[in-house]
């Protein structure tokens, strides 16, 4: 059985789609591309895929990731075309790799987050963000199905600032052109409860009662391991790429000369 490692993206209108709306046009795109699928055991046998870490609906992404189990071999960067083409515009398959490492999920410790805050100047989510990042803690509310929770919404952040230039991963055509404009940028580590961006907005409204007049546009830019040295968010697909070449190397090395 072969596995592949997929890494995909919700671009545009299509950041709208929920998480069970991408399964189910994802299971229709294996079917039109006559992907070898193996199947679970049962009496209802479904597909064998593993979602890692899905974006919440209505945000953006261009790092969401996914696994494959095949009963026959096929090269990864031709079943991404072959996928690509069978979905729509905005869900595009963007990156394939054969599994040749556990723990994809577990590469998963971090996400990078592009805030477009329309109608917010510079200078106002400058300050605001400088008191979230003074603040020891941040409490936040967020309504789940037990009821009203609260929990503290800075320690998860590893890094949160105002970028400089306005080039954004968002929808132009979602976007007003005559406003002030501030775009941040956010690296939020996976921890228990989870920190979603729309709790660190609530922070920034909390610490400097920062509100934006229309709701921000939100794009998670990358998710892997965050690397505590350099504050960086790695590429999870990274570690199966190298194992895929070493082989190739090795033999390389070997070759008569």
């Known amino acids: 059985m072969q596995r592949i490692r997929l890494r995909y993206t919700k671009r ?29 055991a049962g009496f209802t046998p479904h597909p064998k895929v593993s979602y890692a870490n899905a974006a919440p609906t209505g945000t953006g992404s261009e790092a969401e990731y996914l696994e494959i189990a095949l009963t026959e071999a096929r090269d990864p960067e031709k079943l991404r075309v072959l996928l690509d083409e069978s979905l729509p515009p905005g869900l595009d ?23 477009r805050l329309d109608g917010v100047a ?21 309504t789940t199905k037990n009821g009203v929770r609260t929990f503290d919404a800075r320690s998860a952040v ?30 939020v580590r996976h921890v228990t409860p989870a920190v979603r961006p729309d709790d660190v907005l609530s922070g920034l409204r909390a610490v400097a009662d920062l509100a934006p007049p229309v709701p921000a546009a939100v794009t ?20 199966d790429r190298e194992a895929a070449e070493a082989p190739t190397a090795a033999a390389a090395a070997t070759a008569p000369a």
């Open 122 to 142: 510079p200078e106002d989510a400058e300050r605001a963000v400088a008191a979230f990042q003074a603040a020891g803690t941040v409490e936040v509310q967020r």
């Open 93 to 115: 398959i963007v990156d394939a790799v054969e599994a040749r490492t556990s723990g994809l999920a577990d590469r998963l410790t971090a996400s990078v987050w592009e805030l």
């Open 220 to 239: 998670r830019l990358a998710q892997g391991l965050f690397d505590e040295e350099t504050g960086t968010v790695t590429d999870p697909l990274a570690p």
């Open 12 to 40: 545009g209108r299509l950041r709208f789609t929920s998480h069970r709306d991408f399964q189910r046009a994802f299971e229709r795109a294996l079917r039109r591309a006559e992907v070898p699928m193996a199947y679970s």
């Open 158 to 187: 590893a890094d949160l600032d105002l970028r400089a230039d306005l080039e954004t991963h968002s929808d132009p055509a979602d976007r007003p052109t005559d406003q002030p404009c501030a775009i941040l940028r956010l690296v």
